[in-house]
């Protein structure tokens, strides 16, 4: 067995939500006659993700949706299965990268499956040609997510997608607890330091932020929070974390991590503050969170070592993570999240896709919720492969529950 198809059997073992969905798909073939079109990051995780759909007669052809995140040995892997092609490859230049969209949009997609809204961007704008043949698609992450509503509220989404990103069995597992640990993780391992003791700056205490900030702080460090919101500020504040802005955690922070989905959230006036040694990572999905262009400017040429590099101001080093792209994916050895992560949020993409495919055809140009029967059935099969039983409601309490004229 090759590598590819080795990082793909590790995962697939620790997939048993979306294996059992695989299993159902195999049988039932409800993708028959369908081509997907998928931009994810293409590691292991996604590759058993395609399989499942595959296995439900469906036509996949997947590319990346960044540059870094891409495993060459697994896409390898994927092109080897029938009816899936893929056309990824790691640290392709940015054209390449988009000639990868427009192949795997060549194949005239009925469902598109995107991390950060590719595909259905290039759909509306240089290929609306092929929109008439969309039924409809599912979108993964927060940031794909505020770029489709905006459409939306122009009236220019013109085919039904699937929020897969707001709903609790994807965001309050894989934002929170992937991205929490899979940044940390990435940040040890590529640069070797202690996070006990140091001093751990969050930009953004949403979904990921605040994961981070839970386990940074379990590590030992000590966590700082920028927020710009002010019910987010104070919740960190509750949870015990030094809340400020970042103009002053720019001057005592050691480690830097940015998870807003903003843009320029670390800048110049920032850098000029950071003390000798400071480390900057970026978790959010763009890589627009740290401006680089004016480091760079400032800097001049980098230092270069795997997945870091080195900027000098006057007598203080600066060193950037990954180029400040997704710390979690896009590092040397960085692996994303954790295989169990996305065995809820993929079961969450397949059977989301199941239901675009089965009554995509109905729902006008918009911004989907996951309907909560997907959502539980995820719950419940994740907690059945884990052998913990929970309650049920009785009558009595259901009716309690839905009732407004008993209490007090
Ligand atoms: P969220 O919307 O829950 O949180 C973002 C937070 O950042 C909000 O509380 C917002 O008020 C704050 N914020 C915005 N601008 C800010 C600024 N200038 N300074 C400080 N705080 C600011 O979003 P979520 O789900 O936490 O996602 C954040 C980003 O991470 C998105 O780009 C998302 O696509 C990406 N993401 C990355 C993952 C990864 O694997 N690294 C996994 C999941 C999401």
Known sequence: ?????????????????????????????????????????????TANLVR????????????????????????AALGEFEGIRCYARHACPVDEYYAAIDRVLDTKPTVTIDDGMDLIHRLHTSRR???????????????????????AAEGKLEFP???????????SFDNVHGTGESVLASLMITTNVLMAGKRFV??????????????????????????????????????????????????????????????????ERHFLLMRDG??????????????????????????????????????????????GRLVNLATPKGMGHPIEVMDLSF???????EY?????????????EVPTAIDEAVAREKLASLGIAIDSLTDEQARYLSAWDVGT
């Open 129 to 151: 040609e092929l929109l008439e043949g969309v039924i409809g698609g599912c979108e993964e992450t927060t940031t794909g997510i505020h770029r489709l509503r905006a459409m």
């Open 52 to 75: 499942a759909l595959a296995a439900g007669g469906a036509e996949v052809a997947i590319t990346g949706c960044n540059p870094l995140s891409t495993q060459d040995d697994v896409a």
């Open 356 to 368: 675009i495919v089965r009554h995509g055809r109905d729902l006008p140009g918009g911004v989907y």
């Open 278 to 323: 400071a480390i900057l990572a970026n978790a959010g999905h763009f890589n627009v969170e740290i401006d680089l262009d004016r480091l760079r400017a400032l800097a001049g040429a980098a230092e270069q070592r795997d997945g870091i590099e080195t900027f000098t101001l006057g007598d203080r080093r600066i060193h950037v993570l990954a180029e």
């Open 161 to 171: 997608v699937i929020a897969v990103n707001d709903t609790p069995m994807k965001r």
């Open 202 to 267: 969050v930009a953004g205490y949403g979904y990921c932020g605040r994961g981070l900030a839970r386990k940074a702080k379990g590590l030992g460090a000590r966590v700082i929070v920028t927020e710009v919101d002010p019910r987010r500020a104070l919740e960190a504040h509750m949870d015990g974390f030094d809340v400020m802005p970042m103009d002053a955690a720019a001057a005592c922070g050691e480690i830097f991590v940015t998870t807003t989905g903003d843009v320029g959230v670390i800048g």
């Open 1 to 45: 067995m090759d590598s590819g198809m080795r990082k793909i059997t590790w995962a697939a073992q620790y997939m048993p939500v979306l294996r059992a969905i695989a299993e159902r798909f195999a049988a039932e073939r409800p993708f028959e006659g369908q081509r997907i079109a998928m931009a994810l990051h293409v590691e292991a995780k």
């Open 347 to 353: 079961a969450v993409q397949a059977l989301s896709a």
